[in-house]
């Protein structure tokens, strides 16, 4: 674990990540926390984009060490009290009882409800490639991969470094936004 750590850290100094060294501190310190911590708690409304339309729900989210998420449906009413689960080794994506259908996203890879398993994956181990200094805290832009067809992630933070705002881009389209509260490190 401390070689990917390690490893982790070497790629986020070389990544490019802009306009400060505190930037990259901060970007780097919130990934470390990531990762050595019991995983985290948050909120989050996600809104996705499919070009015609818009679609915006709540869930309530809780990632383990590993990366494992679970959540439950907040809102709309109509869905609410569904929960799932997303397993970080598998990506399987299971509901109990109920199923929600959602269209996928992105040449069909990926469904709106997987966008907070995207978001803690991302910032656990995504390439940092920019970090800049706001008004209001800071953002990270970060590439799920190498990949010529990589999702973007463009992630904000108060300035207490927790993230309060992500938005997941393909092709340099955003498809996925989500507003994060009450994001805690367990």
Same mark, same amino acid.
């Given at each position: 674990m401390k070689r990917w750590l390690?490893?982790? =850290? =070497?790629?986020?100094?070389?990544?490019?990540?802009?306009?400060?060294?505190?930037?990259v501190?901060?970007?780097?310190? =919130?990934?470390?926390?990531?990762?050595?911590?019991?995983?985290?708690?948050?909120?989050? %409304?996600?809104?996705? !984009?499919?070009? !015609?339309?818009?679609?915006?729900?709540?869930?309530?989210?809780t990632v383990d060490s590993?990366?494992?998420?679970?959540? %439950?449906?907040?809102?709309? %009413?109509?869905?609410a009290g569904i929960t799932g689960k997303i397993e970080n080794d598998k990506g399987a994506l299971t509901f109990d009882e109920e199923v929600l259908a959602f269209s996928l996203l992105t040449d069909d890879q990926i469904s709106p409800i997987s966008a907070p398993w995207i978001f803690i994956k991302t910032l656990r181990s995504g390439y940092i490639g920019a970090c800049e200094d706001t008004d209001t805290g800071m953002r990270i832009q970060i590439d799920d991969s190498y990949d010529e067809d990589a999702l973007q992630m463009d992630i904000w933070t108060d300035p207490n470094n927790i993230p309060i705002r992500g938005e997941i881009l393909f092709r340099g389209r955003r498809i996925i936004t989500l507003n994060v509260e009450n994001f805690t490190i367990l």
């Open positions: 390690t490893v982790l =850290l =070497l790629i986020g100094m070389l990544s490019g990540c802009g306009s400060s060294q505190s930037g501190n901060r970007a780097l310190s =919130l990934r470390s926390a990531l990762l050595n911590g019991n995983g985290c708690a948050f909120t989050a %409304e996600i809104t996705a !984009d499919y070009g !015609d339309r818009l679609y915006t729900f709540v869930l309530k989210n590993k990366g494992n998420l679970s959540f %439950e449906v907040i809102s709309p %009413e109509s869905i």
